[in-house]
């Protein structure tokens, strides 16, 4: 089962407004992925992070890792529609592995 | 370069069915993960292939199977279906490097096929 503790689970805010949302676990990690799915699409991935207190920024998409490797945030700023979707953070225990942990994800809802 | 492809996007079987659900992976991609996808489970790891050999496996049943050929190309096999077993199947592919920490070498997923069990 999940791994990985995602809040909020959902959002509704105005366009404009920042988003904030983040994920914790009772584990290390040694990567922190952030991905957005939109209806009938697979993930697309958003910032990956490799470092403890990394902040990686991807346009209005900044993320961070937290540095106690058990948790990592990522900030959405001046939202706009296109922002809607699910945001999923997921993380990888070892070095090199392929296997990802995911949060449950982050329903994010805009109101124009 | 053209993204993951998955076959068929959608799939409707009934119980105690077998189905096989194909994966192209990203061009010059040798690793291919399937993951499975369900409102309550949320993504869950299924396997991993690289080069033809499966390097790591999650937690499922061994109704669950997979394999890669050549061309890094990829199946999986559900067997035996049961309802439970109805999910979006994403297939993820990645070139990873040698103690790998970039963007590019993360895991980059198809649209999905979306199998119903009735």
């Known amino acids: 089962g999940q791994q990985l503790n995602q809040s909020p689970q959902s959002m509704f805010i105005q366009e404009g407004e920042d988003v904030s949302m983040n994920c914790t676990s009772s584990?290390?990690?040694?990567?922190w992925l952030w991905y957005k799915q939109d209806p009938g699409e697979g993930p697309v991935l958003l910032i990956a992070l490799y470092k403890a207190g990394e902040l990686t920024s991807n346009g209005r998409l900044t993320a961070q890792f937290g540095i106690t490797r058990k948790d990592s945030f990522l900030n959405i700023s001046a939202s706009i529609p296109s922002d809607v979707g699910i945001y999923f953070c997921?993380?990888?225990?070892?070095?090199?592995?392929?296997?990802?942990?995911f949060g449950q994800g982050t329903r994010l809802t805009i109101n124009p | 370069k053209a993204g993951v492809t998955q076959t068929p996007r959608y799939l409707i079987k009934t119980r105690g069915q077998q189905v096989t659900l194909s994966c192209s992976p990203i061009s010059g991609h040798r690793s291919v993960s399937w993951y499975q996808q369900t409102p309550g489970q949320g993504l869950q790891f299924l396997f991993e292939?690289?080069?033809?050999?499966?390097?790591n496996k999650g937690n499922f049943p061994g109704r669950f199977s997979g394999r890669q050929f050549s061309n890094s190309r990829s199946e999986m096999n559900v067997s035996t279906l049961e309802l439970g077993d109805s999910a979006l199947y994403l297939c993820a592919s990645s070139q990873p490097g040698q103690g790998a920490t970039s963007y590019y070498n993360e895991q980059f997923f198809g649209p999905g096929t979306r199998l119903t069990v009735l």
């Open positions: 997921a993380g990888r225990r070892i070095q090199g592995a392929q296997k990802l942990v």
């Open positions: 292939y690289f080069s033809e050999t499966q390097r």
């Open positions: 584990s290390i990690f040694n990567t």
